[in-house]
Nanobody, 123 residues
Framework: QVRLVESGGGLVQAGGSLRLSCAAS????????MGWFRQAPGKEREFVAA????????YYADSVKGRFTISRDNAKNTVYLQMNSLKAEDTAVYYC????????????????WGQGTQVTVSS
């Protein structure tokens, strides 16, 4: 069992920055790739970014490439999402997930999910 808790969401103006954190407890964090997804009202959950268990491989949705950076600290059992140049369309609930594979853009690959943290970008 892996328990995930996201934090760091909030209200920010367009062009601003936020850093989300996802703290993991339970089974060995380093065994899992980690990902961030988001879900806006009335929309399906969509992939944002993923990172493999070593942290050496990262993947991004085209919509966030160049603005968002995913990273992890296995010693702290934490994965981060640094979000810069935020836009109104980034407004959503952001979820982190744990993937026993190499890191996927598909939500079905993820075994565990956090409860989500709200990010609201005002224009």
């Amino acid at each position: 069992q892996v328990r995930l808790v996201e934090s760091g969401g909030g209200l920010v103006q367009a062009g601003g920055s936020l850093r989300l954190s996802c703290a993991a407890s339970g089974r060995i964090f380093g065994n899992y790739a980690m990902g961030w997804f988001r879900q806006a009202p009335g929309k399906e959950r969509e992939f944002v970014a993923a990172i493999n268990w070593t942290g050496r491989s990262t993947y991004y949705a085209d919509s966030v490439k160049g603005r968002f950076t995913i990273s992890r600290d296995n010693a702290k059992n934490t994965v981060y999402l640094q979000m810069n140049s935020l836009k109104a369309e980034d407004t959503a609930v952001y979820y982190c997930g744990a993937d026993p594979g190499r890191g996927s853009a598909y939500a079905s690959a993820y075994e565990y999910w956090g409860q989500g943290t709200q990010v609201t970008v005002s224009s």
